[in-house]
Nanobody, 123 residues
Framework: QVQLVESGGGLVQAGGSLRLSCAAS????????MAWFRQAPGKEREFVAG???????YYADFVKGRFSVSKENAKNTAYLQMNNLKPEDTAVYYC?????????????????WGQGTQVTVSS
């Protein structure tokens, strides 16, 4: 069965860095576009970054220049490198598998999600 498992979250000071991983299994990872979303307490889940199966990347405006998304097909893993973290980046981060060839901002276009990993940025 399809599984997505995120890891790499934690507590970091503002200005610090973290790298999140999303380990995938149960499907042909190289043929799917993937994305990272996040959800802060009391807020809706929002798109952060995505990468298509061809390797094209997309970012939300609030992370451009700070975050970088990638995927390593040989390891069935997607990554989110987060630099210059800010307190407003505090959230649970989820990876999702796209049902389309794109890495859309729309939640409805993702069919599987991981359990999430908590990122907390202190000021």
């Amino acid at each position: 069965q399809v599984q997505l498992v995120e890891s790499g979250g934690g507590l970091v000071q503002a200005g610090g860095s973290l790298r999140l991983s999303c380990a995938a299994s149960g499907f042909t990872f190289s043929r799917y576009s993937m994305a990272w979303f996040r959800q802060a307490p009391g807020k809706e889940r929002e798109f952060v970054a995505g990468i298509t199966w061809l390797g094209n990347t997309y970012y939300a405006d609030f992370v451009k220049g700070r975050f970088s998304v990638s995927k390593e097909n040989a390891k069935n893993t997607a990554y989110l490198q987060m630099n210059n973290l800010k307190p407003e980046d505090t959230a649970v981060y989820y990876c999702g598998r796209s049902t389309r060839g794109t890495a859309s901002v729309r939640l409805s276009e993702y069919d599987y999600w991981g359990q999430g990993t908590q990122v907390t940025v202190s000021s």
